[in-house]
Structures are given as structure tokens and as C-alpha cells.
T-cell receptor
């Protein structure tokens, strides 16, 4: 079955630690995205990538980093510089541009204490 | 710039209709609509492209007024399964979406 997988579903970390969230897709999509969702809020774009080895900052990139070494994979690292990292993180993929629907993974709920 | 959605929330009885609006300050290339159930990932409903036609999916349809930079989602004869939070995502042709804050729809029996 084609789709997007994110792991783990729940993640707990101590303040000051970096943590990497996994996102893999087997839909052969060019573009991949990372969003952050806070309770009762919409989706805010952290980073996106349209091709391998290239990515762009979204609206709230500070304190986050990404890589796109393979078409299928787009991991997100939440660094200790991110002031308020506790949130629900969603990865998505799509065709090249905004004319294509975005498919979302199941999300990772990160709690930092 | 995030699009503005209205209303923030709506409560319906089964069979009633509702309209959700999405307004952007930018000229748009496409508008996407998604529905999210609590604790789950958003699910795609439909895309409206500049110059395209009104779309529909069963009793959920949408329109896109390019001139006014607005889109509306129509929930007709609502069912219990329509409950969730609806998001519009707008693309001014810069390869990424900006999402509205969402409209929470509650359908009661």
C-alpha cells in the first residue's frame, strides 16, 4: 500500500536534547513538507522540499533542520534552539506544486519537558 | 499570510446545511480543502484551481471566486461523519500552501 509513514507516534524528550522525527513516503512524490500543529490551531509550515538535496524554509523554520538525501525520506530535527517544541508534527507529500493534493502521514506528537 | 476562515465553529443537526468561507489577501492559483478528525491527520477533500470549475464530492462541494480571492465549502444535508475541523489551504503559485486556522463542525443526531 502506498502512503506516508511517520515514526514514532509519540515521543518524549527532555529539554535541551535534539530529536529527529522520521518521515518516509512510497508514493513517488517529488515534494515533501513538514507542518507543526498546536492545540486548536491550523497547520504552520516548517520546511518543504521539491527535489532531492534541496529544501526551503517555511514560516516557522527557526529551531528546526531537515535533510532530503533521498526522494522517499524527509527527516526533521527539532533542535534545542526551538523554544517551544511540544506540538503535533505532520509530514506530507505531493506532486510538484500546489495543483496536487497533499497526502499526510499520521503525525508524531512530541512532548518536551 | 494565512487565509482567514469563517466561522470558527458551527453546530449542526443531521440534515442541515453549512457554508465555510476562506478568504486570502493574495491572488490565488489554487485552494485546497481538508478535513481533520480529532488526533488524526488531515484528509484531502478537494482542490479548486484558478480557471477551473466548481468541484463536488457527494454532498460536499466548493466554489472559488478568483477575483475576490475567496473560496467557500458547502456541506449539504450534513451527516454525523461530517464532524471534524475543516481547513482551507491556499497557494498563490509559490509551491506551498498556507492553511487557515480551521472551522470546527459538530453534527448532532
Amino acid at each position: 500500500d502506498g502512503g506516508i509513514t511517520q515514526s514514532p507516534k509519540y515521543l518524549f524528550r527532555k529539554e535541551g536534547q535534539n530529536v529527529t522525527l522520521s518521515c518516509e513516503q512510497n508514493l513517488n512524490h517529488d515534494a515533501m513538507y513538514w507542518y507543526r500543529q498546536d492545540p486548536g490551531q491550523g497547520l504552520r509550515l516548517i520546511y518543504y522540499s521539491q527535489i532531492v538535496n534541496d529544501f526551503q524554509k517555511g514560516d516557522i523554520a527557526e529551531g528546526y533542520s531537515v535533510s532530503r538525501e533521498k526522494k522517499e525520506s524527509f527527516p526533521l530535527t527539532v533542535t534545542s534552539a526551538q523554544k517551544n517544541p511540544t506540538a503535533f508534527y505532520l509530514c506530507a507529500s505531493s506532486g510538484w506544486d500546489g495543483s496536487y493534493e497533499q497526502y499526510f502521514g499520521p503525525g508524531t506528537r512530541l512532548t518536551v519537558t | 499570510q494565512q487565509p482567514v476562515q469563517s466561522p470558527q465553529a458551527v453546530i449542526l443537526r443531521e440534515g442541515e446545511d453549512a457554508v465555510i468561507n476562506c478568504s486570502s489577501s493574495k491572488a490565488l492559483y489554487s485552494v485546497h480543502w481538508y478535513r481533520q478528525k480529532h488526533g488524526e491527520a488531515p484528509v484531502f477533500l478537494m482542490i479548486l484551481l484558478k480557471g477551473g470549475e466548481q468541484k463536488g464530492h457527494e454532498k460536499i462541494s466548493a466554489s472559488f471566486n478568483e477575483k475576490k480571492q475567496q473560496s467557500s465549502l458547502y456541506l449539504t444535508a450534513s451527516q454525523l461523519s461530517y464532524s471534524g475541523t475543516y481547513f482551507c489551504g491556499t497557494d498563490p503559485n509559490d509551491y506551498k500552501l498556507s492553511f487557515g486556522a480551521g472551522t470546527t463542525v459538530t453534527v448532532r443526531a
